[in-house]
Each structure stands twice: as C-alpha cells, then as structure tokens.
C-alpha cells in the first residue's frame, strides 16, 4: 500500500503542474509584496530599502488599527450568516421530500451568479437613507426608526458585511449541499432505525461526516472577509471618512491614492500572516472536533 | 422516510422560510432588467424598486452600440473554458496527491497552495502585470487564462482536498489488490466519487473567471481580446455614470451566465446524485 | 494512460520553460526593452521626417463616458483627421480607479503614447520619468501664446516645467440656490453664517432640505470645507497642501466648527455620505433641498431643470463685513493638467503635436459648444450655444476674482490629499469632532517646504 501510494513518478505528475504554474503567477509576486513592504516605492522607481520602518510606521497608524478592526467585525458576520444559513438551507433542500427542490436551489445560487457591482447597486438603494427600501419600510409601519444605515461611522461595517453574506451565502449553499450528498445513505438509514430525530441525525452525523467540508468553508469565509475590498470601494469608498477601511482597502488607498507602495505592500503583507494565522486555528480546531467524535 | 414525513407537515414554517429565501434570491436578477431599463431619475430617485414606468430600449442600444458584444462574449467565453479546464485539472490533481498520497512535504505543500487565498489581488497587479509581459503573455488569452489558472488553484485545491480527505482508504486499498494503477484508480475511482464537488467547481471557477474585472482591466489592451466586464468602463465618467446603459451592459454581461447556469444546473444535480449513488 | 502521460508532461515543461524565463530575464529585459524601444524610436522618427504622410497610429488613454467627455473628445479627432490624415488614434478608455491602471502601465513600460494626467500623475510620473517634459514644445508650438495670462498656471507646475497641455481653466465651486424655495418661505438668502443657520432652522421646519451634497463622492466635502475656510483664509486647503498653514489655524478649525454645527442643525439630507451626484442633484432640481454645492459645470443642468428659479450665491462670512471682503475670494480653481506624453513614444515631436492639438481642440469645443467659458487656452471662434444667466453672472465676476483655491484632485500632496477627503466626508457624518478632524488631518499635513 505504501510503495502503491508513495508512487514518486505520480506524485511528481500531479503536484508539478499546479505548483510550478502556482508558484510563478501568484506566490513570487506575493514574495514580492514581502519584499517590497520593507521599501519606501511608490511603484515606479527604484526605492529605498528601510528594513521595517513601514510596519512601525504601520503599527502607530490609527487607520491600521480601523482596517484590521474592520476586518474581523467583517469575517465574523459574515462566517456567522453564511454558514449558518448555508447549512440551514443545504439541509433542507438536500431533504428528498421538500417540494422544488430544484428550483429553490437554483434560486438560492441566484445572487453568486450576478456580479458584485449590481448586488452593490441594489443594496446602495435599499440602505439609501432618502429613498432607500428600509426606511420606507418603518415609514409605512408609522415606525420612527430611520437608520442612517451607510453613513453612520457605527452600522456601516456591519450593512456591508451583511450584502457580502447575502451574495455568496450560495457559495457555502452549495458546498454544503455537495458535502450532505457525499455523505453515504446507509449512514442516515442507521440513524432512522436507532429513532434519531432529523436534527439529531444532523448534528450527529452529517455534521460530523462533514468535518471537511466545513473547514474549508470556515477558511474561505473568514479569509474572504478580512480580504474583503470590492464591497466597501463600490458601496462607501472607504467612507463615511475611514470608518469602513480593511486592510486590503487601507492597502489600495496607500499604493494607488496616496502613492506609497510599500506602505501599503506592508498593509498586504500582515494581511496574508493574519489570514494564514486564522487558516492554521481552524485547522487545529477542526481536527481535534474530528478526533473527540 | 415517514419521520421525515412527519417533521415537515408539523413544520411548515420551513418551507414558507425557504420560498421567501427564494424570492430574496431571485429578486435582484429582476431589478437588474428593471434597472437596464430605466434612466438615472427614476433608479435613484422616483421608482427605484418597482418595474420601469416607461422602457428606455436605448439603454441597450447604447450599450450595444458601445462595445461589439459577439466577440466580447467569445472572449469571455474562451477565457472562461480555459481557465475552468486548466485549473481543475491542475487542483484535482494536486489536491489529490496532497490529500492522499504519501510523501513528506504533503501537508506543507497544501498549506503553500493555500496562501494564494490570501492576497488580495490589488497589491500584487504590478509584480504581475510585469510577470504577464516577460513571459510574453501580453495582448494574447493567455494574459488572462494562466493567472486566471493559478489564482483559482488554490480554493479548488482546497475544496478538492477536504472532499478527498473523507474518502474512505478502503477505497484505494481494494483498487490496489485489484492490481489497478495509481493512474486508472484516481480516474476511474476517485475522480467519480468527488463528481459532486467538481460540478460545483466547474461552475464557481466559471463564474469567477467570467464576471472578473480587476485583472482584466489591467492585463488585456486589445480591443480583441476584451471580455464583457469590460464593458461596464465605457460609463463611469469622473462626475457622472450613466447608469441605465450601464445596467444593460451588465444585464447583457450577466444573463448568459443566469441561463448557462440554469442549463447546467441541471447537470450538477445528477452530477449529486451519482456522486452519492456511487458510495451508497 | 501514456497519453494523460504525455499531456501532463508536456504541462510540465511549458511551465518549467515559462518559469527559466521569467527568473533569469526580469531584470535584463527590463533594460534590453528599453534599450530596444529607443533604437525603433529614433529609427521611426528619421523615417518620419523623410517620408511625410506615413500613417501613424498613436495610442491614447482618455476619459470618455459621458457627454461632457466624449463630445470634445470626438471633436478633438475629427479636427486632427482633418489636419493630419496620416494620424491614427487607438482609444482606450480611462478607467475610474485613482490611476491604478495608468500606474501599472507605466511600471511594465506599456504607457500609451498619450494620456490624460492630473497633479498627481505628473507628480508621480515626474519622479520616475514616466512623462515627457514639453518645455520646448510649448515654445516650439506656439502653445503658450494661446494661453490666458489668468491660466498660466495650468500649464506650468511648481518646478517651473510643463508636462501636460491644458485644456480645462479655473473652475470654481459654487454655492447654488432655488430663488423660488427661499422666497416662498421666507428665507433671506444668507450672507452670514447666523444667517445660514436661520435659515437650515427655516428650511427644517418647513420640510426642506436646506443643502444637498453629494458626499459619496470626496472632493465635494472638500469643496465645502473649503468655502467656509476660505471667508478667513482666502488661499484655503492650498495653502495646507503647500505646508504653509496648520490645520489648527482659526480659519480652518473655525471652519470645521461651523460644519460640525450646521451639520447638527439638519443642514444636509439623510445618509447625505452616500447620496451619489444623481440622487443629491435631483433633490436640488425637484426642489426638495434649497440649496447645493457643485462645481460651475452644473450651471447647465440647474438651468435646464430650475430655469431662473436657479441662482448661484456668495459665500455667507462670518459677518456682514468678512461677506463683503471675502465676497470674491472663491474656492476651487484650476492646476497643470490635461493631455501629457509619453518619453518613450516613436516621435516625440509628432506625439507631442497631435497631443497639442487635442487639447486646444477639446477646448475649444467646450467653449463653443458646451457654454463653458472657463477653459484655458483662447478661443478664437463663435460661442455656438449661449450662456445661460448663471454663467453670465460668473463670467462678468472672472475679472473681479482676488483668489482661489484648488479643487481635491487639484491638491499636489497625495497623502494630504487622501487625508483630507476622508477627514472632510467624516466632519458631514455630525458624529465626529473638529479635535478628531484636526488630530487626523495634522498628521498628513506637508512639512514646510
């Protein structure tokens, strides 16, 4: 089994490709970032090698402090909402006998296809504290409960993280969804005939069985949402002020705006450390689930 | 099944949850056509959720007008194909070695696939866009196909290994006593067994590929080589947009794909079924 | 299975390939394609001189998306079709992305022949010889005769050298008003900040947003931060970008106090931050709000939508007296700007002709054809449509003007630049303090220099 499994020509074969084309297109420019963010560049010159002004620079930056802030309120809303609802619907729709099942699925994956800058648009409209939907909503409830949703230094954050967990809560949907149906039948059979309750079946077994699943949906919302920049640069720039910037936005506005590439590579550069941090606790976490079951 | 049964007519609160879920879903494919077909007035001010009041059809003969649509769309369409071929190809096959086969460096070499998740793509433009000419991928598809590959080979990678790893070795173990190779079992065993998380990767690399702006509007210069994001340049002015043609550039950029994926949609649904069927 | 093989073989080896030549070519590419580019340039630019209607195509990134971009723009060509047939342009259109992609190009060596630049791209491109200095050119082709002695200054940037050619003059920033609405209710139009708080109280009360502003946007937050500091300090947030004031200096911390206060009164519209330039205009021309702040540009909507309702007014001082002597003392204005060329293009002297001849041309369709008189080189053709009353009213007080400031995108100091705007769409929030204001902008403010 060994010598079958630790082939060398395969392995060589299927690892190969992927890590060579892997390692020139994305991971030499991201030794790049490393590299650059111990430079004062603004992108087009040489630049001045300065060790690691940039990151004390950083650590004294107010607006360093917002970006990271910003990110995990962010990350966390948005793993909280996607996988929570992902589940809840795979569940259900992985249910032989809820009714359109297929139509449903369809529809919950509706909002991924679309891009990002219309689901912005819409939600512009909906947050819009003149003629926006929600407002108008209390206002025909006779509530007075106008919320200045976009523009209050406060809820900002929060709006845009929830239009981000609405649009790619399909994604998880349907990872989960494929995760449900990898789990064998005769699993779920041996839960029925013990007289579990379906909840029971699945926190019992599915969730168990989909330890893997969940894990990587756990890395990929969580990463995305300390990543997260085409939200806040279409709905508020950043605004109102600083009060929505992350990292990544923090990043741009200092390479492009303000023209300090290597600030801003320094930004980048502890945003890969903070996402690969988070990647190794959930693994640990996740593994040791697996083993206590 | 007739616990089941039970729980859901006890329960119907489930299933008026998921229609409404549904129409939430559904709506803003609606009020984009709405919203193609309305000027800037009546989007932002007068009418901005309902059906248009009178149908601007010049929104679309703007944007039409603006960009040749045909070839855009094979444009999006080539890149698209490509970069869903190379880079499941690429991640199925890595992620299999690292999630099963034997070798030292196999869990750092995942954790190394794994970063590319991390960096926004912003910040490496420039390394990149340099990267793109010296390899002389500059005004060719490929200027867009192969970073579009590598950058989408480590969330497949990562998918691909989490549907891996609950694969039980059993699996691998009868294939080997049945004298298969390593070659014939990871096509004819594994690969099937994971159908359902590569259906779904088709679709998420597809639709990544295709609504993909940043790097396109960076990477490509040819009039030729455009893909249909592109599109939706041509009306951001610095004071005002034009936002109706603009929401009929993107309801021309973005239907194809609503429709491909409800045709496919259909595929991945058996594509479930005979995934599970093949373990049951 | 040899086949998959062979394929996945075959992968390997282009990659491999790819990645040889990527490590060991960077950095001598680099310069073997310079050295390469300048070779062809000096080969195409004798060719040129002996043969004279060799077609050329030029490459050329420009804004062109609405009317007031691509009207001129297309005039500009079919100008130059017609005086220089040989030339071909190729547009690519600018993108709205704080120069991301214009950067990118220049740092892969793939800038177009000719682009649009502002301050902050000639800045930029200055240092890393990215932009072409046109001093002889200026001279060569009569280019600085046709300038207005009052737009020098767009054409000449602080070092003394010319980088791009001008088309747009000084624009201002201006306070509008809908005649109607302050009548109705009694509202005088105010000439003093006591005066501007009755009436947001007035307006209030009657259900009227008294000023509408479209702060999704930065520069406009600018724009009123600015007026206000300018009824004390006539240079404005200029003179901070030259690091020659403190943002603690009363005539910007009495200006951010103002704000902070007219914004507690209701002065703006709900969730004003995000209100884009089509949902806060439409207040404005529906006669919702009674007043608004935009550059002179909007003279021609306002007009179209609220005839002679509409009116532009003086900035209100501080009291009857600082109205009067700050009365001509506007905010905005122009800097160097407009179609600059790139050192590396075949023909420079080509290049940097048609580039010229944009640029007056661009211009003077605005002027002609677009009621726009504020562009800076002379027109010597008839005004085609007319000046509506408010552009009138404007062009009769040019020649009375004592100062002006500069417009955010003006602003020469990126990083004082990007601290401003945020630190201004922050003061419109009525959730942040002057101290919060002057603790984040001082930290950006430019060194005296």
């Known amino acids: ?293 | 099944m007739t616990w089941m049964m039970k729980l859901r007519k006890n329960n119907p609160s489930m299933q008026i949850f998921l229609w409404l879920y549904a129409i939430l879903s559904v709506y803003p494919l609606v009020w984009m056509i709405f919203y193609s077909l309305k000027n800037n007035n009546e989007i932002f001010v007068t009418n901005p959720f309902g059906p248009p009041l009178h149908l601007r059809f010049e929104n679309y003969v703007a944007a039409w007008s603006k960009y040749n649509v045909p070839a855009y769309f094979m444009n999006s369409l080539l890149v698209a194909v490509a970069t869903v071929a190379g880079a499941i190809l690429l991640a199925v096959m890595f992620s299999y070695a690292a999630a099963r086969l034997r070798w030292r460096f196999s869990k750092i070499a995942h954790t190394y696939i794994l970063v590319g998740m991390f960096i926004p793509i912003q910040v490496i433009m420039i390394p990149l866009a340099i990267l793109v000419r010296d390899l002389n991928l500059a005004n060719t598809y490929g200027a867009l196909i192969v970073p579009y590959i590598a950058f989408n080979i480590s969330f497949a990678s990562m998918v691909f290994y989490g549907f891996f790893r609950s694969i039980p070795i059993e699996m691998e173990e009868s294939a080997c006593i049945d004298g298969a190779s390593i070659y014939r079992t990871f096509f004819s065993i594994m690969l099937p067994i994971i159908k359902p998380a590569l259906a779904t990767m088709v679709i998420f690399i597809f639709l990544n590929s295709w609504n993909e702006f940043t790097m396109a509007v960076i990477l490509i210069t040819k009039e030729s080589l455009k893909t249909l994001p592109l599109g939706l340049l041509f009306f951001q002015g610095q004071f005002t947009t034009d936002w109706g043609a603009m929401g009929a550039a993107m309801t021309i950029a973005s239907l194809p794909t609503v429709l491909i994926y409800i045709l496919f949609s259909e595929q991945v649904e058996n594509a479930l079924t005979v995934g599970s069927a093949v373990k049951g | 299975m040899k086949k998959l093989a062979i394929t996945v073989m075959s992968f390997c080896m282009v990659f491999l390939a790819a990645c040889g030549s990527a490590g060991n070519n960077e950095a001598a590419n680099n310069t073997a394609a310079n050295e390469g580019n300048k070779e062809t340039a000096t080969n195409a630019a004798e060719e040129t001189k002996t043969e004279e209607a060799v077609p050329v195509k030029l490459r050329i990134y420009a804004q062109y998306a609405d009317d007031d971009t691509k009207l001129p723009y297309d005039y500009a060509v079919a100008e130059l079709k017609k005086e220089m047939p040989n030339v071909e342009l190729e547009l690519e259109v600018q993108a709205q992305d704080d120069g991301q992609k214009l950067k990118t190009y220049a740092a892969t060596g793939n800038l177009p022949d000719i682009f649009q630049a502002g301050l902050d791209i000639i800045t930029t491109f200055k240092k890393s010889g990215n932009i072409l200095e046109l001093d002889s050119y200026v001279d060569s082709l009569g280019f600085r005769d046709k300038m207005y002695p009052s737009t020098m200054n767009t054409l000449v940037t602080d070092d003394g050298h010319t980088y791009a050619f001008p088309y747009a003059g000084n624009e201002f920033a201006l306070l509008y008003y809908n005649k109607e609405l302050f009548e109705q209710n009694n509202v005088k139009v105010p000439t003093t900040y006591d005066e501007l708080m009755a009436a947001v109280t007035a307006f209030n009360a009657a259900g009227i947003t008294p000023l509408s502003i479209f702060a999704k946007e930065k520069w406009p937050t600018v724009a009123l931060f600015d007026m206000f500091v300018t009824r004390n300090e006539p240079q404005g947030i200029q003179k901070l970008d030259k690091g020659q004031a403190s943002i603690s200096d009363p005539a910007y911390k009495d200006a951010a106090d103002k704000i902070v206060e007219l914004v507690k009164a209701g002065m703006l519209p709900k969730g004003a931050t995000n209100l884009n330039y089509d949902q806060a205009a439409a207040l404005f021309h529906q006669g919702k709000a009674a007043m608004f702040l935009n550059g002179q540009w909007e003279i021609a909507e306002s007009t179209k939508q609220l005839g002679d309702k509409a009116g532009w007014m003086y900035i209100p001082g501080v009291d009857a007296a600082n109205y009067e002597a700050s009365k001509y003392a506007f905010s905005g204005g122009g800097g160097p700007g407009g179609y600059a060329v790139n050192p590396d293009t075949k023909d420079k002297d080509l290049t940097a002709k048609v580039a010229a001849f944009l640029s007056l041309k661009y211009a003077e369709y605005k002027y002609t054809e677009r009621g726009n008189p504020l562009v800076a080189t002379k027109v010597d053709k008839a005004i085609v449509t007319e000046y509506p009353p408010m552009m009138q009213q404007l062009s009769d007080d040019i020649a009375k003007i004592t100062s002006t400031t500069a417009f955010a995108w003006g602003l020469s100091d990126a990083k004082f630049k990007a601290a401003i705007e945020d630190a201004s769409q922050s003061l419109l929030t009525g959730a942040y303090t002057t101290e919060q204001f002057i603790s984040d902008v001082s930290k950006a403010v430019p060194a005296a220099k």
Not at chain 1, 107 to 132: A, D, H, K, M, R
Not at chain 1, 234 to 244: D, K, L, N, Y
Request: glycine share 8%.
């Open chain 1, 1 to 293: 089994m060994n010598k079958f499994l630790g082939n060398k020509t395969a392995i060589l074969l299927f690892i190969l490709p992927a890590l060579l084309l892997y390692t020139v297109m994305v991971f030499y420019p991201i030794v790049q970032t490393f590299f650059r963010s111990m430079y004062e560049w603004d992108g087009l010159t040489e630049g001045t090698f300065i060790w690691f002004d940039n990151y004390t620079r950083l650590f004294q930056d107010s607006l360093f402090f917002t970006s990271v802030k910003n990110g995990l309120i962010f990350a966390i809303i948005i793993t909280v909402t996607q996988i929570g609802i992902g589940s809840i619907l795979a569940f259900a729709v992985a249910d032989a006998k809820i009714k359109g099942r297929k139509i449903l699925r369809i529809s919950f994956f509706i909002p991924v296809v679309l891009s990002i800058t219309v689901v912005c648009q819409l939600w512009l409209s909906i947050y819009n504290g003149e003629y926006g939907l929600i407002n108008k909503i209390f206002e025909i409830l006779g509530l007075e409960y106008k919320q200045d949703w976009l523009t209050s230094s406060k809820s900002a954050i929060i709006a845009i993280a929830f239009v981000n967990a609405w649009q790619y809560m399909g994604y998880h949907f349907a990872l989960l969804l494929a995760g449900v149906k990898s789990v064998p039948e005769q699993y779920m059979e041996a839960a029925r005939i013990d007289g579990a309750t379906k909840l029971q079946a699945i926190l019992k077994i599915n969730i168990p069985m989909m330890a893997e699943t969940y894990k990587f949906c756990l890395v990929f919302a969580i990463t995305g949402g300390l990543n997260a920049f085409a939200n806040m640069y279409i709905m508020t720039s950043g605004g109102p002020g600083t009060s929505t910037y992350t990292l990544t936005y923090l990043m741009y506005r200092s390479a492009f705006r303000v023209g300090e590439f290597g600030y801003g590579s320094a930004a980048a550069a502890i945003l890969v450390i903070e996402c690969l941090i988070a990647t190794l606790i959930i693994n640990r976490l996740i593994a040791r689930e697996r083993i206590s079951y």
